[in-house]
């Protein structure tokens, strides 16, 4: 295994058959390696230096946002340890670079409720005056997949991957394969969401065996992220709201929601599928109604008079 070609593609097949990545990641390093190598125009990763890759991250810099400046970093530093460990490079240029910034916090867009309770009742008139059977089972699988991202805080990549086995309506279970193979069950709490869910069960059940996906087109295809930003964006404007909405928005909101109503953070971390306490902690940032009640009603200056 000699060229540059060969130990990225060894690399890749190592993140899917070992590390169990997704599909979609391995795309995302493919990308990040490719486009070093391309800027680079090395033949040999042996030949690649300290000083190139320097030169690299200041090219980034000047194209990307910090985030995904760290995000292309991590990819090939992940990559030169792989060579570096698989000894096919005689030294990893990595451990002479030093690329160290701080990287903006960005607080977490979330969808009024008022929004939420206008997006959702948008849909279910939809599916109850809905003038053809096309129309209304397309209504019934959109307030469905809408109902249970504000319901969970599901990823969209989590809803678009459940299968039939994962969605138990008897014990109200939803089996949740996550980042890096992650395993989680969360429960539906409302009878509203249990019964929308149960309808489009049975309404679609001929293209959910065709597909084995739970979410599924009329045509027996998988439902897929992309048909998801679609179909809200439909509603969004349907409904006439202003605000851009994206699927995962809906995550952001069912966690500040859980906040407001003083959820331990530690089980909204669980619910939403965090490894680590310090990712849900930005929720704890952007929970304007929580502050308001703090500063209002539990500040000790309240207690003065005067």
């Not at 008139?125 to 504000?150: G, H, K, P, W």
């Not at 279970?173 to 429960?187: S, V």
Request: with cysteine.
């Amino acid at each position: 295994m000699n060229t540059t070609k060969e130990i990225k593609d060894a690399y890749l097949c190592y993140c899917e058959k070992q590390k169990r990545l997704s599909e979609k990641t391995i795309r995302a390093y493919e990308i990040d390696l490719q486009q070093f190598l391309n800027e680079l125009r090395s033949t040999k990763l042996s030949n690649i230096t300290s000083i190139q890759i320097e030169d690299y991250i200041k090219i980034l810099h000047l194209k990307y946002k910090p985030r995904t400046v760290k995000r292309k970093i991590a990819s090939l530093k992940a990559f030169f340890r792989y060579a570096d460990y698989h000894e096919l490079i005689p030294i990893n240029p990595w451990n002479k670079v030093q690329c160290n910034f701080r990287e903006p916090v960005t607080l977490p867009r979330t969808i009024p409720l008022g929004i939420v309770q206008q997006f959702l009742s948008t849909i279910y008139d939809q599916m109850q005056n809905a003038s053809t059977v096309y129309q209304r089972r397309n209504a019934i699988r959109d307030v469905a997949i809408c109902e249970l991202l504000f319901a969970t805080g599901l990823r969209i990549f989590e809803l678009c991957s459940l299968t039939p086995e994962d969605i138990n309506l008897t014990e109200d279970t939803i089996l949740i394969h996550g980042k890096r193979a992650k395993e989680r069950i969360l429960h539906i709490g409302n009878k509203q969401v249990h019964s929308i869910l149960v309808k489009y069960k049975e309404s679609y059940s001929n293209e959910i065996s065709n597909c084995n996906h739970f979410f599924a087109n009329q045509k027996g295809h998988p439902f897929t992220d992309q048909a998801v930003r679609r179909m809200i964006n439909h509603y969004t404007e349907l409904a006439s709201i202003e605000q851009h909405i994206t699927p995962h928005m809906w995550r952001h909101t069912f966690a500040t929601a859980l906040l407001d109503a003083d959820v331990d953070i530690r089980y909204i971390q669980e619910m939403l599928g965090h490894s680590s306490i310090r990712t849900t902690e930005i929720y704890t940032h952007c929970s304007m109604k929580k502050q308001k009640d703090i500063l209002c009603n539990k500040h000790p200056r309240n207690s003065f008079s005067f």
